[in-house]
């Protein structure tokens, strides 16, 4: 039988995840729940955990329950900023997870050594060649490349370039590509370009298995790409990774918070790195009031820019189906094109 060409292009990403289809559905706090998780990897993709700051408690309860959801590999996404950190990793340690995702900053050589020491493959995010090479040094045995068209925290460059700067240089490990991803279309043309798979979040959080409320999700699909911007930074001393959301209140009440953050600071009734834990407590709760309540003036709408483009609400596997399909469709078109 004849092979597909998306078959050829899938070959290392199934391998490397131990799935059919190497698209991973990113890590989303309050979303990425075991629910979704599952149905990703039932549909035959890789589902990521959101870690965030959640008690470590609740974090293995939500592992747990993945398990006995599904038979198939999983990640789990740990922030390294955020306070709960240290307990994540030791958890990982303890229930020994087939893959470890490191967010949020760059892990230390030590904190990946302990994820590998238990048989867990490593994933790290690079945004740049010289922290490539250096996650590689540590041991990491996969990269993702996310761009700042992505939603959540995000860094500052673009895929476009994080794929010139890093990708057509990195060949001993796998390398994923997102942030700005919607389409297997799209998805096809990074496989070309030689990304081992393809990592999309906004997709999935307006799934039927995504617990998002549905005021949330209905405010997805009405968005335009413009509408989700990134926050900015305004001073050194309080250090703020850029939370990309769909503009809003939220978006107007943080710019608020760090200008009064600074003048704490400035006056001494707070160190900068509790104002920057004030930072990460002031995301948690806006996102959970847009997520879980429905609040979508006042909570945050994380979102990357490929909102613009989100038009329907399907279940995981239909999305699954369709990514597939459109891959192997534009492969065939590019085949058609080069004869």
């Known amino acids: 039988m004849p092979q597909n060409l998306s078959d050829r292009f899938f070959q290392r990403g199934r391998e490397f995840l131990g799935v059919r289809t190497p698209f991973i559905a990113g890590a989303m706090t309050w979303v990425s729940d075991p629910k979704l998780v599952s149905a990703v990897c039932n549909s035959g993709g890789f589902g990521c955990l959101a870690g965030g700051n959640s008690p470590a408690a609740v974090l293995e309860k939500q592992i747990l329950e993945t398990r006995s959801l599904t038979d198939k590999p999983f990640g789990v996404n740990l922030i390294t900023i955020a306070p709960e950190y240290p307990k994540h990793l030791e958890l990982a340690e303890r229930l020994r997870l ?48 996310e761009g700042s068209e992505a939603g959540g925290h995000v860094g500052y460059v673009s895929l476009v370039v994080l794929l010139q700067q890093v990708l057509f240089h990195v060949t001993q490990v796998p390398v994923f590509a997102g942030g700005g991803i919607a389409s297997g279309r799209m998805a096809a043309h990074l496989l070309l370009m030689g990304a081992t798979g393809v990592q999309m979040a906004t997709r999935f959080a307006v799934t039927e298995e995504s617990s998002a409320h549905p005021l949330f999700k209905q405010r997805f699909l009405k968005a335009k790409a413009r509408e989700a911007v990134s926050t900015p930074q305004y001073d050194s001393r309080l250090h703020v990774v850029a939370v990309r959301a769909i503009k809003n209140k939220a978006h107007d009440a943080f710019g608020r918070l760090q200008l009064d953050l600074i003048r704490q600071i400035d006056e001494g009734l707070l160190t900068p790195q509790d104002a920057q834990y004030k930072v990460e407590e002031f995301w948690v709760g806006a996102l959970r009031r847009a997520v879980v309540d429905g609040d979508v003036d006042e909570g945050s709408l994380m979102a990357g820019q490929s909102v613009g483009l989100v038009d329907k609400i399907q279940s995981v596997s239909e999305l699954m189906d369709e990514l597939v399909r459109e891959t192997e469709e534009e492969l065939e078109r590019v085949k058609r094109s080069l004869s």
């Open 98 to 145: 087939p893959f470890v995702i490191f967010a949020g900053s760059f892990p230390r050589r030590r904190e990946v050594r302990k994820a590998k020491d238990t048989g867990a493959r490593v994933l790290c995010f690079a945004s740049e060649l010289s922290i490539a090479e250096r996650m590689i040094d540590y041991g990491a045995d996969g990269l993702i490349l």
